[in-house]
Every structure is written in C-alpha cells, then in structure tokens.
C-alpha cells in the first residue's frame, strides 16, 4: 500500500504563509478560499505559568485537506467525484462533481470550498500531477525554513523528503541544482519522540497528514 502524505514540523514553521501563497498562485485559487491556510495557535499558558508573558506559548499549524484514510468526503459523495487512488490521495473529478457540497459539510476539518464560477468543489490536491512526475508539492518545494516534507507513510516519517540547500551541493547556489536536490526529514530535524508526533482529531476518518511539535502543548 501507498499513503502519501506531509509532516510538518511545527518547531520550524515560522509562519511565513509561503506554502499558502504558492498553494493560491499555482492552483488559481479564489480570493477568500485557500486550499493551504496556516492558523495561529496560541499564545496559550504555559502549564504551572502566570498566564502572562513570558509563560505563554503558540505555534503555527498549516491546515489542508489531511488525505484521509476513511475519508468522509468520498463516502457522501452521490456521484463518485470524490474518490481516493491507489497512491492514498483523496482527489475530486471535476466532471462528476455537481456542486452539492456534501464533501464539504462532512469534512471535520473545513478545507474545502465551492468554487462559484465553477460550481465545484475544490481542495488540496497533494499537487498529484507534480508528484507524479517525481517532483514535490510546492507547499513543500517553497517552504523557506524547510519545515515541511514529503513521502509515503508506509516507509515510515523520518525519510520524508524536503528541498536541500547549497550547502548540501559543495556552495552550488544555481537554483535548478538546489530545486532538484533533496534532504531527508531525519537528516535535518531535531530528535522527537513519538509523544511529539501529533495529527488532528480523528473522528473515524483517520486523518495522514503528520505534525512534529516539541516543547510545547498541542491544542490542535
């Protein structure tokens, strides 16, 4: 089996936007939708803190569609345009899609939207067509704190792949070498444990997306 997914770890989210910003740019997305949005969470108190700064605490946590295992969108889908491949993607076919928005109203986690000139719906794609072709998501190639990684959950998080940097090319600035180079998550994330390996509520769907946080308390 194949479940593609992203992990991000929360500790190098700075909270740029830039995954979002290229999600719009390259998807065409509708001013006031967002296929990838990053929420603020936080400042909360820290535990045994004053509840005042500095005993406080936030992070950053980009939300997109989680390419459910059980996903709920597929299963109220009258016309089978949401569907999940072979690759574990949750994917909508456009020319079934009748603009009911069952998919939408049986997402738990509010990441998709009616594209009105359109009238279909329209989410994360996992940037199927440029994976397919080797290459990464472009949330993940424009992450500037190279916070964000991709691969397959079967093979296990820590081989999840992230653009490299000149450094990893003997000082090749070229930005053709950079973009097609690759780091491992393991080779450049801190140590975590698995009590820092975190997904958002489960309620039967089972959601794939992974996010790494350390220090802090997830609210998610």
Not at 15 to 38: F, I
Not at 106 to 130: F, G
Request: glycine share 8%; net charge negative.
């Amino acid at each position: 089996m194949t479940q593609y997914s992203i992990v991000t770890d929360l500790n190098r989210c700075v909270g740029c936007l830039a995954c979002s910003v290229a999600c719009k740019v390259v998807n065409d997305v509708p001013v006031g939708n967002y296929w990838n949005k990053v929420l603020r969470v936080g400042p909360n108190p820290v535990e045994g803190g004053s509840g005042h700064f500095p005993d406080v605490e936030m992070y950053y946590l980009p939300m997109q569609c989680q390419h459910c295992e059980e996903p709920a969108c597929v299963s109220v889908c009258p016309t089978n345009a949401s569907h999940k491949l072979e690759d574990g993607t949750v994917q909508i076919d456009k020319s079934k899609c009748i603009g009911c928005q069952f998919c939408a109203m049986a997402c738990p986690y509010n990441v998709r939207y009616l594209n009105e000139e359109e009238k279909v719906v329209e989410k994360c794609t996992l940037c199927e067509q440029k994976v397919a072709q080797g290459e990464l998501p472009h949330c993940v190639t424009m992450c500037g704190g190279r916070a964000r990684f991709f691969g397959d959950l079967d093979q296990g998080i820590d081989g999840f792949l992230a653009p490299g940097d000149y450094e990893s090319l003997d000082g090749s600035k070229d930005y053709d070498a950079v973009h097609a180079s690759r780091v491992t998550l393991k080779e450049i994330a801190e140590p975590y444990g698995q009590d820092e390996v975190h997904r958002v509520p489960d309620v039967g769907n089972r959601p794939s997306l992974v996010y790494i946080l350390r220090g802090r308390t997830w609210k998610a």
